[in-house]
């Protein structure tokens, strides 16, 4: 592997432990992992399970190129495009519906991205305030944090990062850019910094760190983009095949286990409603009552595993009408 792609999958063994009852080694069986990025859970994959069809999705060029070389040797297909439009791409290679044995997503932002200067997600280094995951996107964060109105800084930091002290770096972001425009990441995390870090002095990360995830979120509507997502894994999951996601903060977390626990009730009735009307028919079966996560030996190791968390469900039989 390239050392500008080195990466360490997170729940590596974990990860494989989930799938081995939906790939066997003895089928053909088909894996989708719909966030490649440096690679390092489908080639645990196509280690584990020969015979097991790779398709890799990823919005960043460099990833799928990387991937591609990786794993050339095995059965692989990159799909170049955001995991939202799963069921165009999936269909653009003539997948059947209900034909995919298990579906991974790994959430969050690569080891690659964040290493990367240029791409501008990490004020660990400083680099351009751009944090698109697809290069080619219209808005980067530098277009937000110059050019959005007070409010809706507040809105985004507020919602996207939890932070308690948004309406203060909403309004220090304003007053900075009316005298010069924030043009790096280090610019903004020292201005950040230079304002609330008397708050921080009892907490372990940086005073920049939920805004940082804030804009990245907003700038490639990733809390939208997973609710669609998932939503389509639905009709591409065959019966018994598993649907694994690792995420990495409460939001999504939480995106997740509201969708788990929606499409494996009998009943979606409004409490209200004494005598079932829904005739909901269970689509799932959740496997992780509690997520996953990493073992301490893991964490220290891999500090990005710390706040990993792996549910796991199972797709259903198919109903009729679906």
């Known amino acids: 592997m390239s050392q500008t792609f080195s990466h360490t999958p997170v729940l590596a063994n974990e990860v494989i432990a989930q799938l081995s009852p939906s790939l066997d080694t003895s089928a053909n069986t088909v894996f989708v992992d719909c966030t490649l990025g440096g690679g390092g859970h489908?080639?645990?994959?196509?280690?584990?399970?020969?015979?097991?069809?790779?398709?890799?999705?990823?919005?960043?060029?460099?990833?799928?190129?990387?991937?591609?070389?990786?794993?050339?040797l095995h059965?692989?297909?990159?799909?170049?495009?955001?995991?939202?439009?799963?069921?165009?791409?999936?269909?653009?290679?003539?997948?059947?519906?209900?034909?995919?044995?298990?579906?991974?997503?790994?959430?969050?932002?690569?080891?690659?991205?964040?290493?990367?200067?240029?791409?501008?997600?990490?004020?660990?280094?400083?680099?351009?305030?751009?944090?698109?995951?697809?290069?080619?996107?219209?808005?980067?964060?530098?277009?937000?944090?110059?050019?959005w109105p007070e409010s809706e800084l507040f809105r985004i930091i507020r919602e996207f990062g939890q932070e308690r002290h948004a309406a203060r770096i909403a309004r220090v972001i304003v007053a900075q850019r009316q005298q010069e425009k924030l043009k790096t990441t280090r610019q903004l995390a020292n201005?950040?910094?230079?304002?609330?870090?008397?708050?921080?002095?009892?907490?372990?990360?940086?005073?920049?760190?939920?805004?940082?995830?804030?804009?990245?979120i907003e700038v490639n509507g990733e809390l939208d983009a997973i609710k669609d997502s998932l939503q389509q894994t639905l009709d591409w999951l065959a019966p018994g095949a598993r649907l694994l996601v690792i995420s990495f903060h409460s939001l999504e977390d939480r995106l997740v286990k509201n969708f788990f626990r929606y499409h494996s009730r009998k009943c979606v009735c409004p409490p209200e409603v004494w005598q079932c009307q829904c005739h909901h028919e269970p689509r799932l079966k959740i496997i992780t009552r509690k997520p996953i996560v990493a073992t301490a030996q893991e964490q220290k190791n891999n500090p990005r595993s710390r706040s990993a968390k792996l549910r796991v469900a199972q797709r259903t039989h198919i109903a009729t009408g679906e």
């Open 191 to 216: 201005l950040i910094h230079r304002d609330v870090a008397k708050f921080y002095q009892r907490e372990s990360i940086h005073p920049a760190t939920r805004t940082f995830q804030a804009l990245r």
């Open 42 to 72: 489908t080639q645990l994959v196509a280690q584990g399970f020969p015979n097991t069809k790779l398709i890799g999705i990823d919005q960043d060029p460099a990833a799928l190129s990387h991937a591609s070389e990786a794993l050339r």
């Open 75 to 147: 059965q692989f297909d990159p799909l170049a495009g955001n995991f939202r439009q799963l069921t165009s791409l999936l269909s653009s290679r003539g997948l059947p519906p209900n034909s995919v044995n298990a579906i991974l997503y790994d959430l969050g932002v690569s080891s690659h991205q964040l290493d990367t200067a240029e791409r501008g997600f990490s004020f660990q280094q400083d680099g351009p305030l751009d944090m698109r995951m697809d290069p080619n996107s219209s808005i980067s964060a530098f277009d937000i944090v110059n050019e």
